[in-house]
């Protein structure tokens, strides 16, 4: 298998090619290795770490996502997800992981998510109006706005309503000083921008490399996880009085938010709540929720405006679909609009805020190929072996951005290619996954939320599009992989300057 260059340069001799994959916008490298290398091969880890693969090839993919007993995900990045999340879904592993799962699959269920759909609106529409107050006071020409700090508003408000019956009221995010943040929706704002921040220096490059090498009760003292512990704590001490009540019957929620249908579907065939689903479950999978709901959606939202904001003729076809629409928006009539469609696909394609899953082989196993590897000895290799121990990184950004599968355009916002026949390469070419895309993930261990993502952001781009106009300011905006996919504008991350007025019609 082939290793990019091991120049000084490129591999140093301490951080491999890891420091280097780092540095640069997320999934760049490895988008430059695939067109040198192709679909899979080997980089240098940091630290004297054994060799990781780089896989896009999509047989590989869809063989390590599908095997997600033989494949989990590495012991380093489990610890970190046991203090920040609790082990609920994304910690658990093999049997517990089949059995989270199961119980927590209804409350994704599509009718499920269409239950929650008047909540999406209501917290799509504050948005909308604290926008439109904020902008209107600048008059026609309207104001240049760091779109950063609003999108995580909806986010926040929809996954508290939706996941426990609780109001964040993160209108409030809108306008706040991180340094003396007053509510819980500023504290986790505040606390999580905080971790970004510092996020893109040497030292967070050092922690997880660190953590991989050293056992969890010193990863545990490491300042990057105690910041992110903030966050659980705070959910934890709003959820525990909310879950202990619907655990006796008393959960006040509309019926329709995840802890009501969890608590439901978690009885067993005497109506008494199953004893494997503990209070500290239910907790950490409402912060698991949260946390891996919350900013993933607004990072989605955010590349996505950017888009439109540099692509104004997308937007405004976008906007002329949704003020044709002769029924007033609601779930319908936005599952119904098809460039709505394609520009949720697109922005997703381009910008998958979850851009580098990883994994590590607990078995030694043979892993079938897309594309053959040709050795030197002139061997064609149509699958290759691994070893017990071997660690996967899954580049997704990289992957659907091929040009080889993508095409000369891969790189550019075209939501026109998800509409016209042969506009996207054929099923056979793509990976298996929501739509042919990895943003969610594939097989037993994809995102379980990609329905709701998929709907906020169908919701709050609908409702924000036809009142609104985007413009770019014409500062670059780079994508950095700071815990999730980020905004960063000279140097600074969290900022995402757009030039927005009232929408004429
Ligand atoms: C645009 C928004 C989102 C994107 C791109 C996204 C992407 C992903 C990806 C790639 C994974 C797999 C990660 C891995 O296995 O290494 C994942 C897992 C997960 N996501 Fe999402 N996600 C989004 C929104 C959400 C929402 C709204 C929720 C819940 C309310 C959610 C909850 C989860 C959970 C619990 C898992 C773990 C599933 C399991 O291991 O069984 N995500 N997500």
Request: aromatic share 10%; charged share 15%.
């Given at each position: 298998m082939s290793f990019p260059p091991k120049s000084s340069r490129i591999a140093t001799w301490l951080w491999g090619h890891e420091l280097l994959a780092f540095e640069n916008d997320a999934n760049h490298m490895y988008s430059t290795w695939v067109r040198q290398f192709g679909p899979l091969f080997k980089i240098k880890a940091a630290l004297f770490h054994p060799d990781i693969i780089i896989a896009t090839d999509r047989a590989a993919v869809r063989h390590i996502y599908a095997n997600s007993k033989t494949y989990i995900k590495t012991p380093a990045f489990r610890n970190q997800v046991a203090k920040i999340l609790g082990k609920g879904l994304v910690w658990a592993e093999g049997d517990d992981h089949a059995f989270q799962r199961r119980i927590l699959g209804?409350?994704?269920?599509?009718?499920?998510?269409?239950?929650?759909?008047?909540?999406?609106?209501?917290?799509?529409e504050q948005l909308e109006s604290l926008l439109v107050n904020h902008v209107r006071a600048y008059g026609e020409q309207g104001t240049l706005v760091n779109i950063f700090k609003y999108t995580s508003i909806p986010t926040l408000d929809i996954i508290g309503r939706v996941g426990f019956g609780h109001d964040f009221n993160a209108a409030s995010l809108a306008d706040f000083d991180p340094a003396a943040p007053e509510t819980d929706a500023q504290t986790m704002i505040a606390t999580w921008a905080g971790v970004m921040h510092k996020a893109y220096t040497f030292p967070a490059f050092l922690a997880p490399v660190i953590v991989r090498a050293v056992p969890a009760w010193l990863s545990a003292r490491l300042s990057h996880t105690q910041a992110q512990n903030r966050i659980s704590t705070t959910i934890a001490r709003i959820a525990a009085p909310i879950v202990s009540a619907a655990q006796r019957g008393e959960h006040s929620g509309n019926g329709k938010d995840i802890l009501s249908i969890l608590t439901r579907a978690g009885k067993d065939s005497e109506g008494k709540l199953r004893e494997e689903l503990t209070d500290e479950t239910i907790i950490s999978n409402i912060n698991t929720f949260i946390i891996a709901g919350q900013q993933t959606t607004a990072d989605a939202l955010n590349f996505t405006l950017l888009e439109l904001a540099q692509h104004p003729e997308a937007q405004q076809k976008l906007r002329s679909e949704l003020l044709a629409s002769e029924s007033n928006l609601d779930y319908d009539s936005v599952q119904e609009m098809p460039y709505l469609d394609a520009v949720v696909k697109e922005g997703l394609r381009l910008h998958s805020p979850l851009p580098q899953p990883e994994r590590l082989a607990l078995q030694d196993d043979v892993i079938p190929l897309s594309t053959p590897i040709h050795t030197a000895s002139g061997e064609i290799l149509h699958s290759i072996r691994i070893s017990k121990g071997q660690a996967f990184y899954l580049p997704v950004i990289t992957a659907q951005t091929d040009p080889s599968v993508w095409g000369p355009e891969a790189y550019t916002f075209i939501p026109e290619r998800w509409l016209s026949p042969?506009?996207?390469?054929?099923?056979?070419?793509?990976?298996?996954?929501?739509?042919?895309?990895?943003?969610?993930a594939d097989g037993p261990r994809n995102c379980i939320g990609y329905r709701l993502a998929v709907m906020e952001m169908k919701v709050i781009l609908a409702v924000l599009i036809r009142s609104l106009e985007f413009r770019d300011t014409g500062v670059p905006v780079r994508q950095r992989l700071l815990q999730t996919l980020s905004p960063m504008v000279n140097g600074e991350a969290g900022v995402l300057p757009l030039h927005v007025k009232i929408a004429s019609a």
């Open positions: 209804p409350a994704f269920s599509a009718e499920s998510i269409k239950g929650m759909a008047n909540d999406v609106f209501e917290c799509a042969g506009g996207i390469p054929s099923q056979h070419e793509l990976p298996h996954g929501w739509s042919g895309l990895l943003a969610f």
